[in-house]
């Protein structure tokens, strides 16, 4: 089923690296080509569209929600960062993080928990952040380590990088690495510089900055953000903090089958 899909998908135009299965079941992660930023978006939202008729077509359904099923792995939107400059990736300093890098890497971590509502727009998204989860609940970093917030992939000269994965796979990608990539470059121009980088267990790390856990919180620290209102200008601001509004009212008059199930006769 995979094989068929992943070459109709190549045939449209977007390559694709490399796909496997992951940890829940029908999980599945996709590697989709680096490339400039904007066309990298539109090949999420054309690749989002073809997996779900395509699923739809040979009688499966697909869906990119962040937590589907909350004792499952979640959905998410992992992104790698790299900035070349002639043909040269700057990041990269003999295959270690160069001094741009870590200021990148500091725009990135200084400015996640802010901009949170760009990376997770629905209250079922914040679901996905839980300990033990492959999801990150701080701003954390380290080298090769799956368990903190940013992640820097060091080895060859093209190939050093830093993967910010806290993002949902049902994320906007526009807003998500419009607001990754201002951070970043943000951080090189002020010549920010990161926390220690965490060598151990980055869901039991207390230094560093946690992210927001509920729509509620993310966006309360993204009314409050001036840099995402000047990122994202203001009408189109304005319009997400609207659509996290609504959909936190939405979910929050609902009575769930969870409730009727564990109340209804308890009380």
């Known amino acids: 089923m995979l094989g068929p899909i992943r070459q109709q998908i190549n045939e449209t135009g977007i390559p694709i690296e490399q796909s496997n299965p992951e940890y829940a079941p029908g999980q599945v992660e996709v590697n989709i080509r680096y490339a400039d930023a904007l066309t990298s978006a539109d090949r999420v939202v054309v690749f989002r569209s073809l997996v779900k008729q395509l699923a739809r077509r040979h009688g499966y359904l697909a869906t990119f929600m962040s937590k589907p099923f909350f004792g499952q792995s979640g959905n998410g939107f992992h992104v790698h ?3 070349s400059k002639e043909g040269t990736n700057v990041f990269s300093a003999g295959g270690k993080l160069s001094a741009s890098g870590l200021n990148y890497l500091a725009g990135l971590q200084t400015r996640m928990a802010e901009t949170a509502l760009c990376s997770a727009t629905t209250p079922n998204a914040y679901r996905r952040r839980q300990p033990y989860t492959f999801c990150p609940i701080n701003t954390t970093w380290g080298i090769d380590n799956r ?44 010549n920010m510089q990161p926390t220690a980088m965490t060598r151990a267990n980055g869901y039991e790390a207390a230094e560093d900055e946690p992210l927001p856990t509920d729509i509620g919180t993310a966006l309360e620290l993204a009314r409050g953000s001036e ?41």
């Open 81 to 83: 960062h790299s900035l």
């Open 147 to 190: 368990t903190v917030g940013l992640r820097v992939i060091e080895g060859a000269d093209d190939a050093v990088r830093v993967e910010q994965h806290d993002g949902s796979a049902d994320c906007n990608p526009y807003l998500l690495l419009a607001a990754q990539i201002a951070a970043g470059l943000d951080g090189v121009e002020q």
């Open 227 to 267: 840099f995402l209102k000047r990122v994202l200008d203001e009408d189109l601001y304005a319009l997400l903090i609207q659509q996290g509004e609504r959909e936190l009212d939405f979910v929050g008059r609902q009575v769930t089958p969870v409730e009727i199930e564990r109340y209804l006769e308890n009380f």
